[in-house]
């Protein structure tokens, strides 16, 4: 069987989204590269993979997803496995747990998380734009609210789902690897509980492997 095809840059938090859950899986993959600065994501050849012009998009054989949440659920349930279940679908209880905390992930940590990335890391990098700290400052208001909520949770449980890592948890990955590039990584030191999940993630053989070919520092 063919690997499957991820379209996009495998420095792109959603196009790890994808990576993360692939390799958690064990699945055979291929990464093709989009190039942002030529502007290939809006080129007709990829507009027809992704209608939106963005990344990532996936193929496998004749299948064509886009969305990065849609697309590492379809890995998981392809691959589910006794060592690999992501999503916990047979059980209820877990599923929805996996569900709720998903959510959370994509409405509440991320709107929070990702502005502070942008501000420090992306936009001075790739845009040659200096940080807005009151974007920066806004953010961390937020973020450190979402993490009260996380050490409430996880003072309970060793992962967001539960005892059990999971899709919610593994969605975390992308955006908060590139947080801790950030001035304001120390942040997760106020939340022991948060520090040690985060941890146990980083420890995780496909964190590892995608986390060496990521960048630590930025320009």
């Known amino acids: 069987m063919a690997p499957v095809k991820v379209f996009g840059s495998a420095m792109s938090t959603n196009v790890v989204r994808v990576l993360v859950c692939l390799e958690e899986v064990g ?13 290939e994501h809006k080129s007709p050849e990829h507009v027809a993979r992704n209608p939106f012009g963005q990344i990532p998009a996936f193929q496998d054989g004749d299948l064509f997803l886009f969305e990065s949440r849609a697309i590492a659920k379809y890995v998981a349930r392809k691959h ?7 999503l ?7 599923a929805a747990m996996v569900d709720v905390w998903t959510e959370v992930e994509a409405h509440q940590y991320n709107p929070a998380i990702s502005p502070i990335v942008y501000e420090c890391l992306v936009n001075p990098a790739m845009k040659g734009l200096p940080t807005n700290q009151k974007v ?4 961390l208001d937020k973020l450190k609210k979402v993490l009260e909520v996380y050490e409430a949770r996880l003072s309970k449980t060793k992962y967001l789902a539960g005892d059990f890592v999971s899709f919610a948890d593994l969605n975390h990955f992308p955006y908060t690897y590139y947080f801790m590039a950030t001035p304001h990584a120390l942040v997760f030191d106020s939340y022991p509980h948060v520090k040690v999940w985060w941890e146990s993630l980083m420890s995780r053989p496909s964190v590892k492997k995608l986390s060496a070919n990521m960048p ?3 320009p």
């Open 27 to 39: 699945a055979e993959y291929e990464v093709v590269n989009i190039d942002f600065q030529a502007k």
């Open 80 to 86: 589910k496995s006794a060592d690999a279940d992501l």
């Open 88 to 94: 916990r679908e047979g059980n209820l209880n877990e």
């Open 136 to 139: 920066v400052d806004e953010s």
């Open 216 to 218: 630590t520092s930025w």
